[in-house]
């Protein structure tokens, strides 16, 4: 009987330390995924973020989304702010009433604006160059267009609240605008240089 019992617990102890290194292997597989998945949409999450906190408070038009998709192919080296907000939506600056609260909103569209150009800028330095990275531009060339706008309706509330646009944060926020636009353009000459490269290739 005692024999018995012996063999019996020693054949559980085994199958439960098969059990546990299973269910450890199985842990260690899935935890590249997760991570390659984290890596793949960092660009991506940012920007769809940024361009959601806008829309939803209202610093730029909804109905706008059809002109930023046009506007974003056009090559964003030396384009004129102008040439991309001329459309925006008044909306924001005709409700503007109180510059304390127009200064609030201009520091939460900066975080979304430095947010999303840090995690363009540590993808960026870490991305193979044999990465594609058509879908990250496309998708800041997105937050950069309504960035742009924000800027305009910004400067439009404060004229309106204060007389005048010079308010320590709305400089910061353009700032960190045109700093998007740098890492944007970087995107920009990352693509055009990687089509560049598989042109010569077929030639």
Known sequence: MGLRLTIALTACLSMT??????????????????SKAV?????????????????????????SRNKMRSAARVLLEGLEEK????????????????SRIVLSDIRIASTHVEQTTKAAEVYLAM?????????E??????????????????????????GRASDTEFVSFKVS??????VTNAFGDRVRESQMHK???IN
């Open 17 to 34: 330390a098969c059990a546990t290194v299973d269910l450890n292997e199985v842990a260690l597989q899935s935890k590249p995924s997760a």
């Open 199 to 201: 042109a010569n290739r």
């Open 127 to 135: 991305a193979p160059a044999e990465k594609k990275l058509r879908k």
């Open 39 to 63: 890596d793949i949409n960092v660009v991506q999450r940012a920007t769809a973020k940024l361009y959601a906190a806008f829309t939803s408070r209202g610093f730029v038009d909804k109905d």
């Open 177 to 182: 605008v045109n700093e998007l636009r740098d």
């Open 83 to 98: 040439d991309v907000t001329s459309e925006a939506s008044v909306g924001y600056a005709a409700l503007a009433s109180d």
């Open 137 to 162: 531009l496309v998708s800041l060339e997105k937050s950069l267009i309504a960035s742009r706008e924000a800027a305009t309706i910004f400067e439009e509330a404060l004229i309106k609240t204060t």
